[in-house]
Structure formats: C-alpha cells, structure tokens
C-alpha cells in the first residue's frame, strides 16, 4: 500500500510510471501535464506510429470519470488512442491499457443503462457528469500494452 498523499502527486507519479513503462519496452515517451490532465505521446523507435495515452489513476474502489467522457462509438480500423487506467491499490502498480474509443463507447452504453433502470434519472441528482469505472469492465485490458504496437517484437 502506498502512503497518503496529494492526489496530483498520485496522477503526476502515474504519468511518469506510464512514460517509464513504454521507454521499458522500447517504446519513445514524452510527458504532458496540464493541471488535472496528464498525457503521455508516444511513438515506436522509427517514428512511424504515433499514439497519444491518457493517463487516469486510483487508490482504492474504482476509476472516476465523467458522463461526458462517454459517446457512440464504433472500433476504427487504426488505434491511436488510448486511455492507460493505473491501480496503485497493491503493492505494484497495475495497466490497464483501454483503447480510447472503446472507454468512450464503455461509458456511454453503461450510462444509457443506467438511465433507462431509473426512469432517465439520476438517483440523487440530475445534472451530476460522475461516472465510475469498475474493473470488471476494464479486466480485458490488463497489461495489454502489446496492442499499442510500438514496442520491437522479439526475433
């Protein structure tokens, strides 16, 4: 377990694991943070895919987000997004490697369920955007980091 402190140290020490993590495997990594954001571009060693990481974090329970992360999607036939959700509730951290499109089509599905099992309302209040992510939902992409395809491949 890790010790209490500030939550932009927790989300600036995710970012930095997740930059370290794709340098580790042979990836390229640059480190955005702006303000509650951080963000990680990264590319293979030739240059000639180029993706953009979004970095979310948690302690305990589950990912928070917002309604307004969510929308329709359809898989697009190239990734280059992605949402890398870390859990720092053990001892190491964990990824969870989560293409973009696929949270955001998440979150939608489960927010439109979750209105139509309350009458297309908000328990407590109507106008909240908050949204959780369990990790049931995300399991799938545990590790994942290979489907980035960045990294060399062994020979």
């Known amino acids: 377990m890790y010790p209490k402190v500030s939550q932009s140290n927790l989300l600036r020490a995710a970012g930095h694991l997740v930059t370290a993590e794709v340098l580790r495997r042979g990836g390229i990594a640059a480190l ?3 303000g509650k954001q951080v963000r990680v571009a990264a590319t293979n060693a030739q240059e000639t895919r180029k993706i953009k990481l979004r970095v979310k974090y948690r302690t305990s329970g589950d990912w928070q987000t917002s309604t307004s992360e969510g929308s329709p999607q359809t898989e697009p036939t190239v990734v280059n997004e992605y949402w890398i959700l870390v859990d720092f509730s053990d001892d190491q951290p964990t990824y969870y490697v989560v293409p973009a499109w696929w949270i955001a089509n998440d979150i939608h599905v489960r927010h439109q369920k979750y209105l139509d099992d309350h009458g297309g309302h908000r328990r407590d209040n109507d106008a909240s955007t ?3 992510i369990e ?3 995300v399991i799938r992409w545990e590790q994942a980091w290979d489907q980035l395809g960045i990294f060399p491949t062994a020979r």
Request: charged share 35%; net charge positive; aromatic share 0%.
């Open 32 to 34: 955005d943070i702006s």
């Open 130 to 132: 908050h949204h959780r």
């Open 135 to 137: 990790t049931h939902r």
